[in-house]
């Protein structure tokens, strides 16, 4: 959600610093007006204010910005870790620069809060042993409940899905949360959020987790020298062989990238995220995958639809694995010719 709200501001400062200084809201941003009467009655001129943004926007919009805009801002908090690493990254890099740091919020959901951040800078968080009964499932055990171990059980470095039961009627509810054991402090667990158990693909039992497309896309695109400001992979289950496609939203850097230099890159950078996908491509059970470019904004514009159809914002994750075919027919929609 940072992401989106920064690169919205990237992209619009010019007409919200006129806002500010003059104490309107542009027509151009769509609201009921209702809403828009409202919050024209709590807000007032701040030309003052607009003065020192567009001294701050001066040198024009290619650095990192937040520092220039709020100078005291010392910490960005939310969640950041192995799933969304590609958006941490780009906000350090893009917005935020050098002097700000990250709180990541640990493994948190709306059922419940599992852990507490760990330190600062670190995707470790220290596990809540007491919030619930938790049990840990590998997560190559599939459904066998059998493999589920306690929290004297586990072993550092492995990857379990968490297992919750609560007095107020969950029992044994899986969460499809997978959580890594990075270590402990005395005997309480360090974890880390990794993935959705439920947004792994497995077109041929290759089982490519939403870490592992992560680490493909944000290191082609490092490689190709561009920012990443989405992505979506489609599993094409009626293709023989089935195939995966990759649905790049670069930034403007990124749009002159010659397609199949960057269909090789994907291709080379999934098959060392994730073996099996190699072994499935060369034992003939997988093509290799397509890839398609995605107009600019893409994903915010999907967000902002979601929203309007009544979803929450702060639940709202980003798209990376397509999952039905009103996603499917959103985002094919938007493919550059």
Not at 9 to 17: A, F, G, Y
Not at 197 to 217: F, R
């Given at each position: 959600?940072?992401?989106?709200?920064?690169?919205?501001?990237?992209?619009?400062?010019?007409?919200?610093?006129?806002?500010?200084?003059?104490?309107?809201?542009?027509?151009?941003?769509?609201?009921p007006?209702?809403?828009?009467?409202?919050?024209?009655?709590?807000?007032?001129?701040?030309?003052?204010?607009?003065?020192?943004?567009?001294?701050?926007?001066?040198?024009?919009?290619?650095?990192?910005?937040?520092?220039?805009?709020?100078?005291?801002?010392?910490?960005?908090?939310?969640?950041?870790?192995?799933?969304?690493?590609?958006?941490?990254?780009?906000?350090?890099?893009?917005?935020a620069?050098?002097?700000?740091?990250?709180?990541?919020?640990?493994?948190?959901?709306?059922?419940?809060?599992w852990?507490?951040?760990?330190?600062?800078?670190t995707?470790?968080?220290?596990?809540?042993?007491?919030?619930?009964?938790?049990?840990?499932?590998?997560?190559?055990?599939?459904?066998?409940?059998?493999?589920?171990?306690?929290?004297?059980?586990?072993?550092?470095?492995?990857?379990?899905?968490?297992?919750?039961?609560?007095?107020?009627?969950?029992?044994?509810?899986?969460?499809?949360?997978?959580?890594?054991?990075?270590g402990?402090?005395?005997?309480?667990?360090?974890?880390?959020?990794?993935?959705?158990?439920?947004?792994t693909?497995?077109?041929?039992?290759?089982?490519?987790t939403?870490?592992?497309?992560?680490?493909?896309?944000?290191?082609?695109?490092?490689?190709?020298?561009?920012?990443?400001?989405?992505?979506?992979?489609?599993?094409?289950?009626d293709?023989?062989?089935?195939?995966?496609?990759?649905?790049?939203?670069?930034?403007?850097?990124?749009?002159?990238v010659?397609?199949?230099?960057?269909?090789?890159?994907?291709?080379?950078?999934?098959?060392?995220?994730?073996?099996?996908?190699?072994?499935?491509?060369?034992?003939?059970?997988?093509?290799?995958?397509?890839?398609?470019?995605?107009?600019?904004?893409?994903?915010?514009?999907?967000?902002?639809?979601?929203?309007?159809?009544?979803?929450?914002?702060?639940?709202?994750?980003?798209?990376?694995?397509?999952?039905?075919?009103?996603?499917?027919?959103?985002?094919?929609?938007?493919?550059?010719?």
């Amino acid at each position: 959600m940072l992401a989106y709200l920064l690169q919205y501001t990237l992209d619009n400062h010019e007409m919200l610093i006129d806002d500010i200084e003059k104490g309107t809201i542009d027509e151009s941003v769509k609201m009921p007006e209702e809403v828009r009467e409202a919050v024209l009655k709590q807000i007032e001129p701040m030309p003052e204010r607009a003065a020192k943004l567009r001294e701050a926007f001066a040198g024009g919009a290619e650095e990192p910005f937040m520092k220039k805009v709020w100078p005291k801002m010392t910490y960005i908090f939310g969640a950041g870790a192995d799933g969304l690493a590609v958006y941490a990254k780009k906000i350090e890099e893009k917005y935020a620069g050098t002097g700000i740091h990250n709180l990541f919020a640990g493994v948190t959901a709306s059922e419940g809060l599992w852990s507490v951040p760990a330190g600062v800078d670190t995707p470790d968080s220290i596990l809540a042993a007491g919030s619930t009964f938790m049990e840990f499932l590998p997560v190559e055990a599939g459904d066998d409940f059998s493999q589920c171990v306690l929290m004297d059980q586990v072993e550092e470095g492995k990857i379990y899905e968490l297992v919750i039961t609560k007095l107020n009627g969950f029992y044994r509810y899986r969460m499809s949360d997978a959580v890594k054991v990075t270590g402990f402090i005395q005997q309480t667990l360090l974890v880390q959020f990794m993935y959705r158990v439920n947004k792994t693909i497995s077109v041929a039992l290759e089982k490519t987790t939403e870490l592992a497309l992560d680490q493909t896309v944000e290191r082609a695109a490092a490689e190709l020298g561009f920012y990443l400001s989405d992505y979506c992979v489609y599993p094409d289950v009626d293709s023989e062989p089935g195939k995966y496609i990759f649905l790049i939203e670069p930034d403007e850097k990124g749009i002159g990238v010659d397609r199949e230099t960057l269909r090789k890159c994907i291709y080379k950078h999934l098959c060392e995220a994730n073996p099996r996908y190699l072994y499935a491509v060369e034992h003939g059970q997988l093509s290799e995958p397509d890839v398609e470019v995605l107009q600019p904004e893409t994903g915010i514009l999907y967000r902002e639809m979601m929203i309007y159809k009544g979803a929450n914002p702060s639940q709202l994750k980003p798209v990376h694995v397509i999952m039905n075919e009103r996603q499917k027919a959103f985002f094919f929609a938007l493919v550059e010719e």
